[in-house]
């Protein structure tokens, strides 16, 4: 898409289960939203997260997003085995 747009790009909002959107807000701490793109693009990708009820997790830049599409199949083998669940990664003091 970057090559149509012309302007800064992101991967978001794939690797989350849209059944749970609307749990949420019940959820102990925020659930993550891998994201990964340029930059230039953090800002309001990570606004939007937030907006969501997600906490933005930074996965690198652009050239990562295919290994973010390639997880997608890692997040659905999981809810096959569990059931829709969304995810946190934080560093051990934030958890």
Do not use: C
């Not at 800002?43 to 997790?57: K, M, T």
């Amino acid at each position: 898409m970057k090559s149509r747009t012309k302007g800064p790009t992101a991967k978001s909002f794939n690797v989350n289960g849209a059944r749970l959107y609307g749990e949420l807000g019940k959820a102990r701490s925020k659930p993550g939203n891998i994201w990964t793109g340029d930059e230039e693009a953090r800002d309001v990708v990570e606004q939007l997260s937030r907006d969501a009820g997600y906490e933005p997790l930074h996965g690198g830049p652009l050239e990562n997003a295919r290994a973010q599409e390639d997880f997608v199949a890692i997040y659905v083998g999981i809810a096959n085995e569990i059931g829709p669940f969304a995810y946190r990664m934080a560093s051990p003091a934030d958890l």
